[in-house]
Nanobody
């Protein structure tokens, strides 16, 4: 059974940092593009970042550029999202998604991904 599990969410003060993890089971992340998305209450799902299967290509949403960094460790079957300088407006449920069979590159659009995790809550508040 193909499954993605996110972890690392929680409550953090403004200016703080969190690292989210997305671990796959039932399949390997080789040849799989992975994206991180977030959705706040009353708002549409937003593309945060994505990474190509080899890790040589990444993309970021404008609101997180310079603050968030995506990376992957295929040996651990895990993709990470390092979030620094967090702001209250970063508060949302963060989900990772995977699209197998990608040759290169990645896209930061939800409809490009077939497999999704359940999400992890990130709350930025003092």
């Amino acid at each position: 059974q193909l499954q993605l599990v996110e972890s690392g969410g929680g409550l953090v003060q403004p200016g703080g940092s969190l690292r989210l993890s997305c671990t796959a089971s039932g399949f390997t992340l080789d040849h799989v593009a992975v994206g991180w998305f977030r959705q706040a209450p009353g708002k549409e799902r937003e593309g945060v970042s994505c990474i190509s299967p080899s890790g040589d290509s990444t993309d970021y949403g404008d609101s997180v550029k310079g603050r968030f960094t995506i990376s992957r460790d295929n040996a651990k079957n895990t993709v990470y999202l390092q979030m620094n300088s967090l702001k209250p407006e970063d508060t949302a449920v963060y989900s990772c998604a995977a699209e197998p069979g990608v040759i290169s590159g990645c896209r930061n659009w939800p409809h490009e991904y077939r497999y999704w995790g359940q999400g992890t809550q990130v709350t930025v508040s003092s």
